[in-house]
């Protein structure tokens, strides 16, 4: 069970979530959009959002500044938290602009509201559960998608509730998080995707 648990913790990453809703917009979206220029969004985006931050991993920890992938305090979440704040910037800037994929463009805001509301923690000494940041931020994502584009996903919610549930019991399981981390994770990923609505949903 243990093993499983951790299973479940790497395999829905909070580093994979970003690109995942990317890929379910694509996915989803009626509107017509060229396949290479869906290819060329997708290989940036898993170069800066996953590539990069892996590589600046292996440079913090070479560095000394964090001890392990798992950041269990939070000093060690503050840097790479601010790095990875940077990188969401220079996606909306270059790769997901307003104008291309408005409903992109606000995902990827609402995700850089939640990693500076992270961060802002950190600098508070409380631990707000990544993954439950991530997974929250993209769950409430489909939501307004099935809702902006008319599209009946339930099963694909359903699973999504599934998912969390399992990921929020793995890292209480593995005692990373407790009850309020975890709660906290939720709305702070939640909560600018459903108030940034209101500058796309129509």
């Not at 920890?61 to 990875?84: F, W």
């Not at 996903?153 to 359903?158: F, M, R, V």
């Amino acid at each position: 069970m243990n093993r499983i648990l951790k299973s479940i913790s790497f395999i829905f990453h909070p580093l994979l979530m970003p690109l995942s809703g990317v890929v379910f917009y694509f996915l989803v979206s009626p509107r017509f959009t060229p396949n290479e220029i869906i290819y060329a969004k997708l290989v940036s985006l898993s170069i800066l959002t996953i590539i990069l931050p892996i590589l600046i991993y292996f440079l913090l920890k070479t560095l000394g500044k964090i001890q392990s992938i798992y950041l269990r305090t939070t000093k060690e979440r503050i840097l790479p938290l601010a790095l990875n704040c940077v990188i969401i910037l220079i996606v909306l800037q270059r790769i997901l602009t307003q104008t291309l994929f408005i409903e992109l463009y606000f995902f990827f805001v609402g995700i850089l509201i939640s990693t500076m509301a992270c961060m802002i923690l950190a600098f508070f000494k409380f631990k707000a559960s990544i993954h439950m940041i991530a997974l929250s931020g993209l769950f409430m994502f489909f939501i307004v998608l099935s809702i902006h584009f008319s599209i009946n996903i339930n099963e694909i919610l359903a699973l999504m509730s599934i998912i969390t549930g399992a990921v929020a019991t793995s890292r209480l399981h593995l005692k990373a998080h407790d009850y309020k981390e975890l709660i906290m994770g939720f709305f702070i990923g939640v909560m600018p995707q459903l108030i940034l609505v209101n500058y796309w949903l129509n």
